[in-house]
C-alpha cells in the first residue's frame, strides 16, 4: 500500500534502501537468477510432461503398418539408384515410386542466388507426393518430410528414411481413414530445399528480397497442421532422438513432443532427446538426487545450447515460422551389440504419430510453446523459469536507477544553480541521444558489412573476407569513442541509457529466445554492472572489452572446439569454425530470416559500444548516494 | 382360378397406373457407372420425376412427384431450385469433369418466380424448410450470407421470358456442412419407390459413406414438355454421385462389381418407373485397360458427342429377367497400366497464401488447356470477416507474364456481420494458359461469442466457382440442357458444352484468443481485488490512532514480561475481583507508565522532525 498511497516526493523507503544497498541487491539478484536457473531441473522444480490436447488420442489405436520388408526392398533399389548416381537425387525413381503407390507425384524447382557473390547461383529441385484424403476435402494436410542425401553429402545417408517414408505412404494410401492430406516430402540441399518448399507453399519470402527464388508448387493440401521430419540413418537403429529446436529458437508444441517420445516408448523404440536418454528410473531415482540433477541440467544445458544459436537442428526447424508444429525424429545407427529398431518398429511409430495428429480437431493450441526439457518426459514451463532471466535482466535497472538518482539530487540548494544544473542535464540529454543514434546508426551499417566485404573485398575467400570486413569494422568502432571527449554527467546519464536498453533488450530476447537470453545476461550482466565504478579501470576496460559480440563469439567457438575435438590442433580449426559461423550467421539472415544476426547487430553490438564509451572515458562512480547525504544534514 | 386371374389383372392395373401414362407424369431411374482415368470409380445414380402439371396449380395431385417437395416449391413460388449436399471434394484435374458438380459441404441456389415479393424472406422460408426436410443445417442460410450473382448461375429451366430479372436468384454455400446417413434417408424418401425397389435400393449408407466423394443433389427446373416447347413439365432431378477408390476398397485389385461398390445386389427395377437402365462407360476397355463385363449388356451404344466417341454397355433393368440378384462385375486382364494424367480442358484450384494472423492472400488458378481463347465468369464468395482489398485485385497469366484486364468485374463489398464479399470476373483465358486471380485480404477479430467451440479448427470460405462453355467433350459427361435423362447425353452433339466447376474450399484461422484466459483474468482479478481491496478497505473505514509506540519499543522481552506480569496478577485476583474491576485495574496500571516514559515521547517526535525535513527538501 505504501505504493498507492505515498505521494513520490523525496526519498522513499523502498527506493531508499534499494538504493543505498544497491551493490549487494544486484549481487543477490544476480546470484539469485543463476541459482534459480540452475535449479529448474531438480526433481523439485521441473514436472512430468502430460497431454493436454485430447483428441491426439496417443497409442490407442493397434498399429497396422506391416510394409517394412517393402521399405527393405526400396532401401536396396534406392541404394543402387544412388551409387549409379552419387550426386544427383534420383527423381525419375522416386516419382515412379510414389505414381506407383498411388499418389499424386511433382517436382518443385528453386535457386538460390548466393547472397555474398554475384552471379552464384545452386538449383535444386524437390520431389513431393501428395496423399489426397478419401474423407477430407483439401483443407487440411500433415507433411512427412525426409532431406535426400547423396553419398557425397557430409552428413551420414537417410536412404533408409526415404525407403521408410515410401513404404509408409504405400500402407496410408489403403487406410480410408484419412481426414487429412498427407504430403510425404523429399528435399533436397538440406534446410535450403525444405524452406523453399515452404516458401513455394505459403507464396511468401522469408529472407533478403532475390536471394531464394523458392517457384511455385503444382498441387497444395490445405493448411498444414503439422510436420515430422525424419532422418533414418540405417535400418538398423540404436535410438530415436527426437530435435525440436527450431528456427530464432521456436519449439514446437510440448503436445507433439510428447507424442513423439510416448509412441517410441509404446513401440519398444529407444529415444533421447540431445542423445540423451532418460537416467534409468531403475538405477538412479531413489539413490543420488545430485547425479539426477547434474545429469538433467546436463541435458536441459544441450537444449538452451542449441536453442540460443538460433539455427534449427533439423529441417523441422523451419516450419515453426509458418505456424507449423514440427519435430525432427533422428534414427542412428546401431553398431554396438542388441537389439535394434527395425524399420517395422519405427514405421509403426510413424504411423502412429500420423494417425494422431489425423486425429486432431483443432490445430496444436493447448500445452506449451514455451518450455525447457530436462528429461525426455520432464518439462519447465515459461512461468516457472522466466524469473532467471528477469531477477538477472533487473539488476542492470536497479544499477540504471541508482545511478540516475546519484544524478537527480544534486548537493546545492541556490535557484541559479538549480537552473544552471538543469541547462546542463538538457545539454547531457542532446549528446547523449545523438551517442545512442550514432551507436545504432552503426550497427546498422554492420549488418550490411558481410555483403559490401565479400563483394568488394577479394581476399582468398569469401568467408575469409566477411570476417577481416568485420574485424576492421569492429575495430574501428572501437577506437572511435576516443576522439570524443565527454562530460561525467553525460556520462553517467549515457550509462543509464545503455543499461536500459540492455535489460530492455534482455527481456525481450527472452520472450522469444530465452536461452539466447539467459546466456546473454549470465555473460554480459556482471561485466556491464563492472563498467561504472572508479576502481581497478583498467580491468573493468578490459572486461567490457572481451565481451565485445564478436570477440564473445569467438571465445565461445573455441571453447566449444575445445571441448568437443580435444585431440585435434585447437585454433586453426576454431578459425575455420569462426569463419564459417560469421558466413553463415549472413547466409541464414539472408536466406531464412534468422534474426541472430540482426539482433547482434543492431542491438547488441550497439550497446556493447554504448557501454565501451563509457567504461572507457568514464571516471564515474555510483556510489555517492544523495539520500544518505541528505539524512547526514 | 378366377381370383387369381382377378388378381393379376388389378396388379397389372396398378402397375400400368403406376407407370403414369395416365397422367402423362414419368419416372426415370439411371445409373452410369465409369472407370475413371485414374482408376476410380465413379457411380452416378440419377433418378428424374417429370411431372406434367407440376408449377400450375399448387395443390395438384402429385402422383410420383414427392409431396412434400412440391409444397416447399409453390408456398416459396420456387421456379428452379439446386441443392447439393456433398463430401469430399472432387479432383477435376484427376477424374474429368462431374455429371454435377458440387463444392464440399452444402451449396443452395433458387431462382423465384417472377412478381415475388420479399425475395430474401421466400429465401430465408426455403431454406428453413429444406432442412427441415433433408435433416441438414441448410437453417443457417440467411440473407447476410447469401449472394445475388450478376453472371454465374443462369437459369436451366425453359421459361417464357429469355431474360429474367437477377434480383429473384439467391446462392449460398455451407462449406462446414458435412453429409451423412441423415441426409440420405429423406433423400431417399422422395423418391416413388423409396429405397425399396429399384436402383435406389443400391443406396445403402454403409457403402456410400465409404466413398471418396460422395454427393446428393436435388435439382428441380421447368422443363420444355416435348421438342416445340409449348408447355412446361417440372423436372426433379435426383442425383448420388459416387466415386470409389478401389485401392482402399479392396487390396490391389482393379476389378469392382456391385457388390463391392454397394454392397447389395439388384432385386429388380422400380416398378413405377419408364425406365430403368444402367450405362457402363466402356471408353477405355481395350486401350488402357482389358475387362470383361458380366453379365453381358443388353446393348452396347456408340456415343459420338463433340467429336468424342464414348462407348457404352447399356443394362435394361426392366427387359432383364432378374430372378435373383442382378450385379454387374468387371473382371481385369493383363498388367496394370499406370497411365500419364491427362486433365481435362478447363480446371482450378484455390488456395490461401501467406502466413500469420495479419494479413493473406487468396490465389484462384485457373488451367485452360484447349489450343483456343476460353471465356470463363469467376464467382468469388468471401465471407465477411475476411475483408478483401479490391485493389489488390490481380489477374495475372502465365507467372506474371501478362497482365489480363477482365470483360467485367461485379463487386460487391462486404458488411461485416452482414453480407459477404462477392467478386464475379468474366475473364478470356489465352490458350495453353495458367491465369492466376489474386487478391489480398485481412484476418479479422471476431466478438467472442462469434467464436465456434471448435475455435481453433479455423474457419471456411466457400469455393470459387467457375462457369465456361467448352468446345469439346474431352473428359465431359454432363447432360445437355435440353435433356432430362442420361439417356438424353447420348449422341448429343451441340456448339458448346456448359461446364461448372467448384474449386476447393479453404481453411483459414482467425487470431483465436485463448480462452482460458477469462478463467486467468478471474484469478488475476481475485487476487488483485484480495491484495488491494483489503487495505484500502482498512484506510478507509477503520480510524487510524497513535499506537503506543513504547510498547512497541520494548522489545520482545519486555513484553514477554509484561505478558507474565499481568498474567500473575490476574490469576492472584482472579478470586477476588470481578471483571470490570480488574479491567479498571489494567487501564490505571497502562496511564502512568505512558505519561512516565520521557525517552519514548522523545523518539516520536524525532521521527516526526526528521520526515518533516525530509518533506521541506
Redo the contacts between chains.
Keep these: 500500500m505504501p505504493v498507492l498511497l505515498d505521494p513520490p516526493e523525496g526519498c522513499r523507503r523502498p527506493t531508499y534502501l534499494m538504493v543505498k544497498h544497491h551493490h549487494k541487491l544486484e549481487m543477490l539478484m544476480y546470484l539469485g537468477g543463476l541459482l534459480w536457473f540452475l535449479a529448474l531441473p531438480s526433481d523439485h522444480i521441473h514436472s512430468a510432461s502430460y497431454f493436454s490436447e485430447n483428441s491426439l488420442l496417443p497409442g490407442l489405436v493397434k498399429g497396422g503398418f506391416v510394409e517394412d520388408s517393402f521399405a527393405k526392398t526400396l532401401l536396396v533399389s534406392l541404394q543402387d539408384e544412388i551409387s549409379a548416381n552419387p550426386t544427383k537425387m534420383p527423381y525419375p525413381w522416386l516419382l515412379a515410386q510414389f505414381r506407383q503407390i498411388g499418389l499424386d507425384a511433382y517436382t518443385h524447382n528453386f535457386t538460390l542466388n548466393y547472397p555474398l557473390a554475384n552471379d552464384m547461383t545452386f538449383e535444386g529441385q524437390n520431389v513431393y507426393g501428395i496423399l489426397r484424403a478419401p474423407r477430407g476435402s483439401s483443407t487440411e494436410a500433415i507433411v512427412l518430410s525426409v532431406p535426400f542425401r547423396g553419398s557425397k553429402s557430409v552428413h551420414p545417408s537417410t536412404a533408409a528414411g526415404v525407403a521408410l517414408i515410401l513404404a509408409i505412404a504405400k500402407f496410408c494410401r489403403r487406410q480410408k481413414y484419412w481426414a487429412k492430406d498427407l504430403i510425404f516430402l523429399i528435399t533436397e540441399h538440406e534446410q535450403l530445399g525444405a524452406q523453399a518448399w515452404l516458401e513455394a507453399y505459403h507464396r511468401t519470402s522469408s529472407g533478403r528480397y532475390g536471394v531464394l527464388n523458392s517457384g511455385d508448387l503444382t498441387s497444395r493440401g490445405g493448411a498444414i497442421q503439422a510436420a515430422v521430419n525424419l532422418e533414418l540413418f540405417s535400418d538398423r537403429i540404436s535410438h530415436v532422438d527426437v530435435k525440436i529446436e527450431g528456427l530464432n529458437g521456436q519449439l514446437p508444441n510440448l503436445d507433439l513432443v510428447n507424442l513423439v517420445h510416448m509412441l517410441c516408448n509404446k513401440e519398444g523404440v529407444h529415444h533421447t532427446f540431445h542423445n540423451r536418454a532418460n537416467l534409468g528410473d531403475r538405477e538412479y531415482n531413489r539413490g543420488d538426487p545430485i547425479k539426477m540433477w547434474t545429469y538433467s541440467l546436463r541435458t536441459m544445458a544441450e537444449m538452451v545450447c542449441a536453442q540460443a544459436s538460433g539455427v534449427p537442428n533439423g529441417n523441422h526447424g523451419l516450419f515453426h515460422r509458418f505456424g507449423i508444429e514440427a519435430v525432427t525424429l533422428t534414427g542412428y545407427r546401431k553398431v554396438d551389440r542388441g537389439s535394434p529398431a527395425t524399420f517395422y518398429q519405427v514405421g509403426r511409430v510413424l504411423e502412429g504419430i500420423l494417425r494422431s495428429l489425423n486425429n486432431l480437431l483443432e490445430r496444436f493450441h493447448q500445452s506449451y510453446f514455451f518450455y525447457l526439457l530436462s528429461a525426455t518426459d520432464r518439462y519447465i514451463s515459461i512461468g516457472v523459469y522466466i524469473p532467471a532471466v528477469g531477477l538477472m535482466a533487473s539488476t542492470l535497472l536497479l544499477r540504471a536507477l541508482a545511478v540516475w538518482r546519484s544524478l537527480q539530487i544534486p548537493t546545492f540548494q541556490t535557484d541559479k544553480e538549480k537552473l544552471m544544473r538543469a541547462q546542463e542535464m538538457s545539454n547531457c540529454f542532446a549528446s547523449v541521444g545523438i551517442t545512442v543514434l550514432v551507436a545504432h546508426a552503426l550497427g546498422v551499417v554492420l549488418l550490411r558489412v558481410p555483403v559490401w566485404s565479400a563483394l568488394y573485398l577479394n581476399a582468398a575467400d569469401t568467408s575469409l573476407s566477411v570476417v577481416i570486413g568485420l574485424m576492421s569494422f569492429t575495430a574501428i568502432s572501437t577506437f572511435l569513442p576516443i576522439f570524443k571527449s565527454m562530460h561525467s554527467d553525460t556520462l553517467l546519464l549515457l550509462y543509464v541509457i545503455g543499461l536500459i536498453e540492455l535489460a530492455t533488450i534482455l527481456l525481450a530476447v527472452s520472450l522469444h529466445n530465452f536461452p539466447l537470453a539467459v546466456v546473454c545476461s549470465i555473460v554480459l550482466v556482471p561485466f556491464a554492472l563492472l563498467v561504472g565504478g572508479r576502481r581497478l579501470r583498467f580491468l573493468r576496460i578490459i572486461g567490457w572489452f572481451l565481451v565485445q559480440p564478436l570477440l564473445l563469439v569467438a571465445g565461445i567457438i573455441l571453447v566449444y572446439t575445445s571441448v568437443h575435438f580435444p585431440d585435434d590442433a585447437i585454433l586453426p580449426k576454431a578459425m575455420h569454425a569462426f569463419k564459417e559461423a560469421l558466413t553463415f550467421s549472413y547466409v541464414d539472415y539472408a536466406v531464412y530470416g534468422n534474426w541472430m544476426l540482426s539482433v547482434g547487430a543492431t542491438f547488441l553490438f550497439p550497446m556493447w559500444f554504448v557501454l565501451w564509451i563509457v567504461v572507457l572515458k568514464g571516471n564515474i562512480s555510483t556510489s555517492k548516494d544523495s539520500c544518505e547525504a541528505k539524512k547526514g544534514q | 382360378m378366377i381370383v387369381w386371374a382377378l388378381f393379376t389383372l388389378f396388379v397389372a392395373h396398378v402397375s400400368g397406373l403406376g407407370q403414369s401414362e395416365l397422367y402423362g407424369d414419368e419416372f426415370h431411374e439411371e445409373l452410369l457407372l465409369k472407370q475413371l482415368p485414374s ?1 476410380h470409380v465413379y457411380a452416378h445414380f440419377q433418378f428424374t420425376t417429370l411431372w406434367e402439371n407440376g408449377g400450375d396449380q399448387p395443390n395438384h395431385h402429385c402422383h410420383l412427384f414427392p409431396q412434400s417437395l412440391s409444397e416447399v416449391l409453390h408456398l416459396y413460388n420456387v421456379d428452379e431450385m439446386h441443392l447439393s449436399l456433398t ?3 472432387w ?1 477435376h ?2 477424374w474429368g469433369y462431374p455429371i454435377v458438380s458440387a463444392p ?1 459441404g452444402a451449396e443452395l441456389w433458387a431462382w423465384f418466380k417472377e412478381g415475388t415479393e420479399d425475395v430474401d424472406k421466400k429465401w430465408t422460408l426455403l431454406s428453413n424448410a429444406l432442412s427441415g426436410l433433408f435433416c441438414a443445417s441448410l437453417n443457417f442460410i440467411n440473407p447476410q450470407q447469401s449472394l445475388n450473382p450478376k453472371y454465374s448461375f443462369a437459369p436451366l429451366g425453359a421459361y417464357d421470358t429469355p431474360s429474367r430479372n437477377r434480383s429473384l436468384l439467391r446462392y449460398s454455400t455451407l462449406p462446414r456442412e458435412i453429409v451423412c446417413t441423415e441426409n440420405l434417408t429423406p433423400f431417399k424418401k422422395l423418391l416413388p419407390c423409396d429405397s425399396k425397389k429399384g436402383l435406389s435400393s443400391l443406396l445403402s449408407a454403409g457403402y456410400i459413406h ?3 466423394y460422395h454427393s446428393l443433389g436435388i435439382h428441380v427446373r421447368p422443363q420444355c414438355k416435348d421438342v416445340n416447347c409449348h408447355e412446361t413439365v417440372l423436372e426433379l432431378r435426383q442425383t448420388v454421385s459416387l466415386v470409389y ?1 478401389l ?2 476398397l479392396g ?1 490391389e485389385s482393379r476389378d469392382w462389381s456391385f457388390r463391392k461398390l454397394f454392397g447389395v445386389g439388384l432385386a429388380g427395377s422400380c416398378p413405377l418407373a419408364s425406365t430403368s437402365k444402367i450405362y457402363v462407360d466402356c471408353s477405355t476397355n481395350g486401350t488402357s485397360s482389358v475387362y470383361t463385363l458380366t453379365p453381358d449388356p443388353t446393348e452396347t451404344i456408340n456415343s459420338n458427342r463433340g467429336g468424342y466417341n464414348t462407348v457404352f454397355a447399356v443394362y435394361d433393368i426392366k427387359k432383364t429377367n432378374i430372378i435373383n440378384m442382378f450385379s454387374i462385375s468387371s473382371t481385369h486382364k493383363g498388367p496394370r497400366v ?1 497411365l500419364l494424367n491427362s486433365p481435362p480442358v478447363l480446371h482450378a ?1 484455390r ?6 494472423q495479419e494479413h493473406g ?1 487468396i ?1 484462384t488458378k485457373i488451367h485452360n488447356n484447349h489450343w483456343k481463347d476460353l471465356d470463363i465468369s469467376l464467382f468469388e464468395n468471401i465471407p465477411w470477416f475476411l475483408p478483401i482489398y479490391y485493389h489488390t485485385l490481380k489477374i495475372s497469366v502465365n ?1 506474371g507474364k501478362q497482365i489480363l484486364k477482365p470483360y467485367a468485374k461485379h463487386y460487391i463489398p462486404g458488411r461485416d456481420r452482414n453480407r459477404p464479399y462477392a467478386l464475379e470476373l468474366l475473364v478470356t483465358l489465352p490458350p495453353r494458359s495458367i491465369t492466376e486471380v489474386y487478391i489480398e485480404f485481412d484476418y479479422s477479430f471476431l466478438k467472442w461469442q462469434e467464436y465456434p467451440p ?5 474457419f ?1 470460405v466457400g469455393a470459387a466457382v467457375i462457369t465456361s462453355l467448352l468446345p469439346h467433350t474431352k473428359n465431359y459427361t454432363g447432360i445437355p440442357i435440353d435433356g432430362s435423362t442420361f439417356s438424353s447425353s447420348i449422341n448429343a452433339s451441340r456448339d458448346t458444352y456448359p461446364v461448372t466447376l467448384h474449386t ?6 482467425l487470431p ?1 484468443p ?1 480462452f482460458s484466459m477469462p478463467y486467468n483474468v478471474i484469478c488475476l482479478a481475485c487476487t488483485v481485488v484480495a491484495l ?1 481491496f483489503g ?2 478497505h482498512n ?1 478507509t473505514t477503520k480510524r487510524l490512532q497513535m499506537l503506543d509506540s513504547c510498547e512497541e519499543s520494548k522489545g520482545l522481552l519486555a513484553s514477554l514480561k509484561l505478558r507474565l506480569k499481568s498474567l500473575l496478577s490476574k490469576s492472584s485476583s482472579e478470586p477476588e475481583k470481578s471483571a470490570p474491576e480488574q479491567k479498571r485495574e489494567e487501564s490505571k496500571s497502562k496511564e502512568p507508565s505512558q505519561e512516565g516514559d520521557p525517552s519514548c515521547e522523545q523518539k516520536i517526535m524525532k521521527r516526526k522532525k526528521t520526515k518533516g ?3 521541506a ?1
Excluded at chain 2, 351 to 356: F, K, L, R, S, T
Excluded at chain 2, 454 to 458: L, P, R
Excluded at chain 2, 504 to 509: A, K, P, S, Y
Aim: proline fraction near 4%; charged fraction near 15%.
Design positions: 482408376g463430401g469430399g471434394l479432383r484435374e484427376n464440399p465409404n466413398a471418396n477408390d485401392i482402399i487390396q499406370y484450384t488456395y490461401i497464401v501467406g502466413y500469420g492472400g490465389v507467372a471448435d475455435a481453433n479448427h479455423g471456411y476447393e474450399i479453404l481453411l483459414v484461422t483465436t485463448d488491494a487495505p484500502l484506510h525535513t525530509a518533506a527538501k
